[in-house]
């Protein structure tokens, strides 16, 4: 079955790397005793296309895995039994589960300078596509498609009226630009957007439209754009001109502490975990990895790092450790190893599976047993 024996080692080295607890919680009053010879690993067998296993803890505790053509899905939980049942659920991820665990160090080096500046360059990237959405490529205009620009003009006169339209135009781009950030965000209307997107586009063909009559004039087209907050700068197309003067100090990375979640593997973009930086000073710098997967604080190489603490926030849910590192000048960005199994969907509430002799039969009459054995 393809990607099963991957997502098996995966989610293998997962308990292996990560200690798994569950709540130790009484069974059901109904419960039967627990049979501990039901105990054991299972596979699923006679459904085509499709690969099963189920590990029951004497413990109580079972894990669950099934790869269905590309799709995945794992549980893990208590089990119990009752009227010669095995009961699976519902799948449980405690919140006081260590899903952190602190891998090798590395120096602070090109690598990680290079990944920083890049990433302060994707986050205002970012951001400008968020906060300045009208300056996007694409999406929906108003415009009604009819011409402005009359073009049977004299040379002289034809100037003149283009650059009346575009002094027309650009105070429209700029009313539309103050009634777009003056809009209500938590409103999910779009029309601020729409018309701030339209205007920039009737603004930027009365511009091409004026530089081509000034050129047939002899003349030198003067125009400027609208201002515009500096964080809608990575967007704009009139770079830098067409931002505000942006205060900011630039981030000086040439040495700093990180984090690297699963470094070079498949990055987990989008996760939001804070990582604070504490430094023997009794200083503390703050990151969050939520765009590329790692998340860089700048520090001096003269300041050591004593610790670090790591918190997740998934599914209403916050997951954090703290670690402790060795004094070590050299020792800037630690390797961070996720356990996955977080974010998992449950893929079930419960699963019912009738004890048949030594294999296991679902409940709902689905084809298929699991048998004891590899």
């Not at 607890?21 to 009484?26: C, H, L, R, T």
């Not at 627990?34 to 459904?47: E, F, I, N």
């Not at 294999?359 to 054995?373: F, M, P, T």
Request: hydrophobic share 35%.
């Amino acid at each position: 079955m393809r990607g099963l024996s991957t997502f098996l080692m995966v989610t293998a080295c997962a308990f292996a790397h990560t200690p798994t607890s569950f709540a130790q919680e009484p069974d059901a009053v109904d419960a039967e005793a627990r049979d501990d010879s039901l105990a054991g690993s299972y596979r699923l067998t006679g459904v085509m296309e499709t690969a099963s296993r189920l590990l029951l803890e004497a413990d109580g505790t079972y894990k669950w895995m099934m790869a269905v053509g590309s799709l995945d899905l794992y549980s893990e939980g208590k089990w119990t039994q009752t009227n010669g049942q095995v009961i699976l659920g519902p799948h449980q991820f405690h919140s006081d589960t260590p899903v952190f665990a602190l891998g090798s160090s590395f120096p602070w080096d090109r690598e990680e300078t290079t990944a920083a500046y890049e990433m302060e360059h994707t986050r205002r990237k970012n951001r400008a596509k968020w906060n300045c959405a009208f300056l996007a490529k694409g999406g929906y205009y108003s415009s009604s498609g009819e011409s402005i620009f009359p073009k049977d003009l004299p040379p002289l006169e034809q100037y003149k009226a283009a650059a009346k339209i575009e002094r027309e135009l650009h105070d429209a781009y700029k009313k539309a630009i103050a009634a777009y950030f003056n809009r209500d965000t938590s409103n999910t209307d779009d029309s601020p957007e729409i018309t701030a997107r339209t205007a920039k586009q009737d603004w930027e063909h009365s511009v091409a439209f004026l530089a081509e009559s000034a050129r047939a004039a002899g003349k030198t087209a003067q125009y400027q754009p609208p201002l515009l907050p500096a964080e809608c700068l990575f967007l704009s197309d009139y770079t830098p001109d067409y931002s505000e003067n942006d205060g900011r100090a630039n981030v000086n990375w040439d040495g700093g502490v990180g984090i690297w979640v699963n470094r070079r593997e498949r990055p987990n973009a989008r996760l939001n975990i804070d990582a604070e930086f504490s430094f023997t000073d009794g200083s503390v710098e703050m990151a969050n990895s939520y765009e590329l997967g790692f998340a860089f604080a700048p520090a001096g190489f003269e300041r050591q790092l004593q610790s670090i603490k790591l918190t997740l926030r998934h599914d209403e849910k916050e997951y954090s450790s703290k670690f402790d590192v060795p004094t070590d000048r050299n020792a800037r960005v630690y390797e961070v190893r996720l356990d996955n199994r977080v974010f998992v969907k449950p893929p079930f509430d419960e699963l019912r599976l009738n004890i048949s002799g030594d294999r296991l039969k679902s409940a709902d009459g689905s084809r298929g047993y699991y048998i004891k054995g590899n």
